[in-house]
């Protein structure tokens, strides 16, 4: 088969530089100018809702005063009279008496509330005890036809017990130019006998909105629209939407629009203020433009930039590669330095130190390996083991039989088991059982010495005892226990064996109740253990043992040493569960 022709390093680092580079750019454009769409939307829809909401507290305002104007003209306060109800009421003297000087003051005093508020309201005074209506309005000719109690509303209002009514958008029949209005009514009882004397409107023209929304953008008040709680449009400056329901085709979508609402404190009313996300779209394309033009000029930069970093990088790459090539034949005193004031001089000389390091620990494992398998070898031929003894043990004891030296016999026997066990050349690793076996033969030989005064106690999960650890670890502890740990001991010396396990590792804690030892010689022990020789360490059955277990299994596991004066010594043994 044909090979393909390799691609140069050159032409691979410019490609995986513009890959590199062009790709975050085009994220980066993409998501920027998402983000900036994102920012631009909120920004915008921030600035409509400080503005709705300056809107709303304004017209709030103004159905405020329609209020404050129809109760302050029904109970006859004003600026010139007290609130305690001293003094004549203009009103309900009109309502009650008529005449010239009472209408008079009636439609000075009710001129005044509209005076107050710059002209723009005007107050509608209907008579129920059979005088004549009083209609004050400063900006436009008044219907003098016009009978109100032909008004659905009216006679609704008077059947009702309510004592005012807000009346949403309508047109206001009492002016000639009918205009479009909202209005307050309040029913006005006289203050003395409670009896109903009229009812007092205060009415003003719906374009105070716009007067309100003036500080709006043109787009703004286009799109502004009050809705009272029946869903009904009150305020839209298209008049035609006025009274019809806001629902349906007039409702803005919220996914295609910038829709912000607020509800207005005196009525249940709420304002929509709302810009189609399509009038953003100026903005945005100026903003695409430019970030295209930038991404543009990054991606030019990008391929002059990678083009001279390919010449830079490919001459001392090559030289580099000859160096891994050698080290990889074990040639490392052929390494040769890469002589350069960069990341590639830098690598060379780490690579450099890499290989001498390399070729230290290859040196390190195979001293390593070697004196594992010395350490082995001593272990499992510490003691004498020819065949010639064991039949001189085996007619020992036999003549002990005979002579009925049951002492004899038992010790014989158990000393024939340990040369066995320890003589066992197949594997360094047996059962916790037949470790522990090996331990109670070797007491059974000391207590013959020490005439029964050793006891062994055992705390163990019994799944564990088929777990696999190094032979001839756990005698050694014994026996520490028993010629260092009992010598001047007057009671009886007890041993406790636990064995349980530590996640996926054993643990065996070989306690006795000793003498024990001081700290600082626990501490002398440990650092022979880590620092010394076999020739240096103290202990050096409890020396080799530790070596053994890190030789075996790494410097995660070992033995380690507690104790305290009159209160015993505990080797407890960390080792991998091996099942």
Sequence with gaps: MRRSRPVSIKTKIILICMVVIVLPITVMTISSYRSSERLLERNYKRIMEDLGYQTSIRIDDFLKKIEKISLLASTGLSGSQSATGVGSDPVQDFLREGGEPNTTLAYNNLMTYIMMEDRVFSIYLYNLNGGPDLIVSPNSPVHEAYNVETELWYKKFMHDKERTITLTTRVDEQIETKPLAVSHARKIYDSSSGALLGVIVVSIDIKFVENVNRNLQDTFRSNYMIVDSEDKIVYSRNESLIGTLFRANVRPDEKRNIVVTNRLGQKDWMTYLYMPKGELTNEGRLLGRNLLLLAGLMVLFAAIVSSFLSSVIARPMKKLMNNIVLVEKGHFERVQQINARDEFGQLSQRFNKMADELKRLVGKIQQDEIE????????????????????????????????????????????????????????????????????????????????????????????????????????????????????????????????????????????????????????????????????????????????????????????GVASSPGEGTTFTFLLPGIS
């Design 372 to 559: 594992k398998a010395k350490t082995e070898i001593r272990a499992l031929h510490s003691q004498i083991n020819p065949h010639f003894l064991y039949n001189t043990l085996g007619s020992l004891k036999w003549i002990a039989a005979m002579q009925q030296s049951d002492k004899i016999v038992d010790m014989t026997e158990a000393l024939i088991s340990m040369l066995r066990y320890a003589s066992r050349l197949e594997s360094p690793l047996v059962t916790i059982r037949e470790e522990l076996d090996n331990v109670d033969n070797y007491i059974t030989i000391q207590n013959v010495r020490y005439y029964d005064s050793i006891q062994i106690r055992r705390e163990i999960e019994e799944p564990l005892l088929d777990y696999r650890i190094p032979k001839m670890i756990l005698q050694p502890i014994i026996e520490n226990a028993i010629f260092h740990g009992f010598a001047e001991l007057e009671e009886e010396g007890c041993i406790t064996i636990r064995i349980y396990s530590i996640q996926a590792d054993v643990a065996i804690e070989i306690h006795d109740n000793g003498a024990g030892m001081e700290e600082e010689t626990v501490r002398c022990l440990l650092e022979s253990w880590r620092t010394g020789t076999e020739a240096e360490a103290r202990g050096i059955g409890l020396f080799n043992v530790q070596r053994r277990i890190k030789l075996h299994f790494g410097e995660r596991y070992g033995i």
